[in-house]
């Protein structure tokens, strides 16, 4: 340890969840064995976008590696806890053996985009006390910090809307063709949040000579990377539900099935312009043997605020419980429960942070949070080293809602201190 004993970054009422205009409050703590010769004690507020991948080429005789990268900046804020300025010249300050404490304040922006993480591309918010030492490395401690962009659904104008698409396939069978496969794939709305169910309603008609292997409907995740020379598009299949083979000259009917909606970040990823996100809910049919899926798509939208008219429906008057309850979610995989995750929310003054977009969801509960689908990614950035603190595992987390589990007595503590 040398002469630090402990350098730590404490958020007020260990709130690590954030929307925009909210102050990130807090206390740097320091506590030293030795006295320290130093320029300053200072905390770096940082947000940014950044995308970034590799692609080896050949040109016949040798292999090279093409860097593709984009970045932006949302803001960079410093403040000087002890010692100079950064402008200050002058002699260096000691600071003696013995615990201090820095209180700290900063004002978030009201428009960003939610955080993000991927091995290609990310929205990051971080802040960092530094100790920055004359002709020595600097001790640094980082934490990283969710921010939500309050994606109102409400405020969405085809969010409510119900949507029919359908298509049709003709497949071969030994030289000749066969009668058509048929599917038509229904939604009574277009806008959900996470923890929420989308309800299939279809129906599968295969009036070909062949057996299809399954049936099943799919939430799918597509998001554009760009660059200045090129765009990089990556697709995940997030939620899924199967059925059983239809035999040839067989129906199948989808009546309401469910399908959940894991916690992910919302649509868009709207503020950032290097990133985009759009989510799609299809029907597929999967033929025996060699042939395409019959894919019938719709687009639709993920928020962070539900709509008002499905919370009315589930009889929610007031806020949620401090925690969620996951158990019961078949269409979600396992490896989203997360007993471990402890997050605390914004405080319930939250709903006037963004007035132009949540002062009229009073009667909407807040949400509880829960890690991300994608679980916990290294934040180690490039000008890190061995002597930087901190937990370098992290995930964003989401706004979650279960309104069918709102009554229930166990849950998972991911909710705040009262």
């Not at 419980?321 to 995989?333: E, F, K, V």
Request: charge should be neutral; charged fraction near 20%; aromatic fraction near 8%.
């Amino acid at each position: 340890m040398g002469k630090l004993d402990l350098l730590e970054i404490n958020f007020t009422n260990n709130q690590e969840v954030f929307y925009g205009g909210q102050l990130v409050q807090g206390h740097v703590t320091v506590q030293l064995n030795a006295e320290i010769k130093m320029r300053r004690i200072r905390l770096e507020f940082n947000g940014g976008a950044r995308v970034k991948w590799s692609e080896t080429r050949s040109n016949g005789q040798s292999t090279y590696t093409v860097v593709y990268s984009s970045k932006e900046s949302y803001f960079e804020h410093v403040l000087v806890l002890f010692g100079k300025g950064l402008e200050e010249k002058g002699d260096d300050h000691v600071l003696q053996p013995g615990n201090y404490s820095y209180p700290f304040s900063f004002q978030l922006p009201n428009q960003l985009p939610s955080s993000y993480e991927s091995s290609v591309g990310r929205v990051r918010y971080t802040v960092t006390a530094v100790i920055d030492r004359p002709w020595k490395f600097d001790h640094k401690c980082k934490r990283t910090i969710t921010f939500i962009d309050a994606v109102d659904l409400n405020l969405e104008p085809t969010a409510a809307q119900g949507v029919t698409q359908q298509g049709e396939k003709t497949m071969c069978c030994l030289c000749c063709k066969s009668g058509p496969i048929r599917a038509v794939l229904k939604l009574d709305r277009l806008g959900y949040v996470p923890g929420e169910n989308i309800r299939i309603h279809g129906e599968i008609n295969n009036h070909s000579r062949r057996k299809m292997t399954s049936s099943f409907a799919e939430l799918r995740m597509t998001v554009d990377y760009h660059t200045p020379s090129k765009t990089r598009t990556q697709k995940n299949s997030v939620s899924k539900i199967c059925k059983g083979p239809i035999q040839a000259g067989g129906d199948d009917i989808w009546n309401g099935d469910a399908l959940g909606v894991p916690p992910l970040p919302p649509s868009n990823l709207r503020g950032c312009k290097i990133i985009d996100i759009k989510y799609t809910v299809t029907l597929n049919v999967d033929p025996a043997g060699p042939a395409f899926d019959l894919v019938v798509p719709i687009k639709i939208i993920i928020g962070t605020i539900p709509l008002r008219s499905v919370a009315q429906q589930y009889g929610v008057p007031g806020p949620m419980p401090s925690s969620i309850y996951l158990s019961d979610h078949p269409n979600i995989p396992v490896k989203l429960i997360m007993p471990e995750v402890s997050m605390s929310l914004p405080p319930v003054e939250y709903v006037n942070v963004s007035p132009s977009n949540m002062s009229n969801n009073q009667d909407i509960p807040p949400p509880a949070y829960v890690e991300s689908y994608f679980g916990k990614v290294d934040v180690h950035d490039d000008d890190d080293n061995e002597h930087t603190r901190g937990n370098m595992e992290y995930a964003p987390v989401y706004a979650y809602y279960n309104w069918n589990e709102h009554n229930t007595n166990t849950f998972l503590n991911v909710a705040p201190k009262k």
